[in-house]
C-alpha cells in the first residue's frame, strides 16, 4: 500500500528534483507485415503500426494528469527491419522507402522517435542486412524520427569486423549527408555489442524477435533526485553513500512501475521491462555528472571517476531490482556528453577525454554516447573506436555502445547544437595515429573463452 508520506515524497521528487518517466515505448513486432512486393510490404506495415499505437500518446498524456508524473517521450519499437524488408527490398533505395514508411507512421501516431531501423550482424550480415546498412546514410538523411542501430558483436559470437569496418564508412557517410545540421543523423545512429532485445531507449531501441506480437517498455530517470539525496550525507562512509543511492533507485523505480502498469491496462498491451536508467537532460540540475562531483571527484574525468560511476551504477541496479519483478533494457547510469550538461562542462575544462570516457564505459550501462569529434575523422579511426568499444562489451559481458559524431568542417575548439533533449556538445579530439592495417583485417574476432559456458 502506498502511503501519503511516499506520495508527498514523489511530488517532491517531481517538482523540485526533476524526476520523470523518460519514455513509454511501444514495442511492435513487424515479422507477419514481411512480403515479396515492396509496396505490399510498407501497407502492411503502416497498418500494423498505426493500428497498435492509435492510443499510445493519448494514454501517455491521461496518465501524466492522473498522477501528476511528467513522461517525457512517447515511443515506438519495431522488428530489424533487415528481417523485414529482406524478401521485398533489393537495393539501399528499397530500404529508404521502408524507413519513410516508418517516419510517416511515427508522425501520424505523434510520437517523436522510431526505432528498429537496425540490422543484427554479430556473426555474419545477410544480402538484406548489408543492404540495409548501406541504406543508413540515405534514410537518416532522407526522416525526421527514424532512429537506427547495428549490433555488431556479442560475447557469444564474438566481434564481426567486416561490420565493424563498414560502420565507420556508414558514420562517416552518415555525417556527411547531414552535414547541414550539424550531422545530426549520426545522433540517430548507434552501433552495439550485445544488445537487449528490450530496450526502450533511442537510438538504439528495436523490438526483439523473442518478444510477442507487441509490448509496454519504459525508461525512468531521475540523476537530479540522486543527487539530492546524496546532498545530504556529504562526508559519510561508503556504507551510508551506497544505502542512499540504493533507497533512491528503489524508489525512481517504482514510479516507472506504475506508469508501464498503467499504460499497459491502458493499450491492453503486455507490461514488459522498466528500464532504471539514469538518463540526463541537457537541462541544469539533472546530470549523472553532478552526482560523480557529488560522490567526490572535482569533475568527471578526475582519478577516482571510474570506480565512482562502478559504485553509482551497480546501486542504482540493486535499488531497482527490488522495486520491479521486470527490469530490463541497459540499467544503470547513462553517461552521454552532449545530453548530459555536467559532462559538457568536464570536456570544457579538459577534464574529460575520450580515453577517460572509453574507461568509464567498462562499468556504466552504455558505451562512448552523443560524442562530437573533428569532422576530418578518417572512416579507420572510428572503426577502430567502435571495435575498442565492441571489445569492452564482448569480454566484460554486457552491452556497449557508440554513438560518434564526425562534425563536418568543425574541429576540436568548435561545438555541434542539436537543441531539446539532444542538447550540444564540444568537439573531443580524437588520437590520429592510424589503425588503417587492423580493421582492414577481414572476418570476425573469436569470442572470448569464457563465453563457453555448455
Do not use: W
Request: charged share 20%; net charge negative.
Amino acid at each position: 500500500m502506498i502511503t501519503n508520506l511516499e506520495v508527498n515524497e514523489t511530488n517532491k521528487m517531481i517538482e523540485h528534483e526533476n524526476l520523470d518517466v523518460r519514455t513509454i515505448t511501444l514495442g511492435i513486432s513487424l515479422l507477419d507485415c514481411a512480403d515479396g512486393d515492396l509496396n505490399e510490404t510498407k501497407r502492411r506495415v503502416r497498418e500494423k503500426i498505426l493500428k497498435t499505437s492509435k492510443n499510445l500518446v493519448s494514454a501517455g498524456r491521461e496518465i501524466e494528469e492522473e498522477y501528476g508524473i511528467p513522461i517525457v517521450n512517447k515511443r515506438i519499437s519495431v522488428t530489424p527491419i533487415s528481417l523485414v524488408g529482406g524478401a521485398s527490398c533489393k537495393t539501399p533505395e528499397d530500404f529508404t522507402e521502408l524507413a519513410e514508411t516508418l517516419d510517416e507512421c511515427a508522425k501520424i501516431a505523434g510520437v517523436n522517435f522510431i526505432g528498429g531501423y537496425s540490422a543484427l550482424v554479430a556473426k555474419g550480415m545477410t544480402a538484406a542486412d548489408e543492404l540495409l546498412i548501406r541504406s543508413i546514410p540515405g534514410a537518416l538523411a532522407a526522416t525526421e524520427r527514424v532512429c537506427s542501430s547495428v549490433n555488431v558483436g556479442s560475447t557469444k559470437t564474438g566481434i564481426n569486423m567486416d561490420a565493424v569496418r563498414l560502420m565507420g564508412n556508414i558514420v562517416r557517410e552518415t555525417a556527411e549527408k547531414t552535414k547541414d545540421s550539424d550531422s545530426l543523423g549520426c545522433a540517430k545512429l548507434v552501433v552495439f555489442c550485445n544488445a537487449p532485445d528490450d530496450n526502450p531507449f533511442m537510438a538504439g531501441a528495436f523490438h526483439g524477435v523473442t518478444e510477442g506480437d507487441a509490448v509496454i517498455n519504459v525508461g525512468v530517470s531521475g540523476p537530479g533526485v540522486v543527487k539530492h539525496a546524496l546532498e545530504a550525507c556529504r562526508g559519510a562512509d561508503f556504507e551510508t553513500l551506497c544505502e542512499t543511492i540504493k533507497k533512491t533507485a528503489f524508489k525512481i523505480t517504482r514510479v516507472g512501475q506504475l506508469v508501464a502498469q498503467e499504460a499497459s491496462k491502458r493499450l491492453n498491451v503486455p507490461f514488459g521491462i522498466v528500464d532504471l536508467s539514469l538518463a540526463p537532460t541537457p537541462a541544469v540540475g539533472d546530470s549523472v555528472a553532478d552526482i560523480l562531483k557529488e560522490i567526490g571527484v572535482e569533475h568527471p574525468g578526475a582519478p577516482g571517476t571510474t570506480a565512482a560511476l562502478a559504485l553509482l551504477n551497480d546501486q542504482v541496479k540493486k535499488g531497482g531490482v527490488m522495486a520491479s519483478s521486470y527490469v530490463g533494457g541497459l540499467s544503470g547510469a547513462f553517461i552521454p556528453v552532449s545530453e548530459d550538461q555536467g559532462m559538457i562542462e568536464a570536456v570544457e575544462a579538459g577534464a574529460l577525454t575520450l580515453e577517460k570516457l572509453e574507461a568509464m564505459t567498462c562499468v556504466c550501462s552504455v558505451g562512448l554516447d552523443m560524442i562530437a569529434i573533428p569532422g576530418d575523422t578518417s572512416a579507420a579511426t572510428i572503426s577502430g573506436i567502435i571495435a575498442d568499444e565492441m571489445a569492452i562489451g564482448a569480454v566484460n559481458q554486457k552491452t556497449t555502445a557508440v554513438r560518434l559524431i564526425p562534425a563536418i568542417g568543425k574541429s576540436v575548439g568548435d561545438s555541434v547544437e542539436f537543441g531539446g533533449l539532444l542538447g550540444h556538445a564540444p568537439i573531443l579530439p580524437v588520437n590520429t595515429f592510424s589503425c588503417e592495417n587492423f580493421v582492414s583485417r577481414s572476418g570476425r574476432i573469436p569470442a572470448p573463452i569464457h563465453s563457453f559456458k555448455n
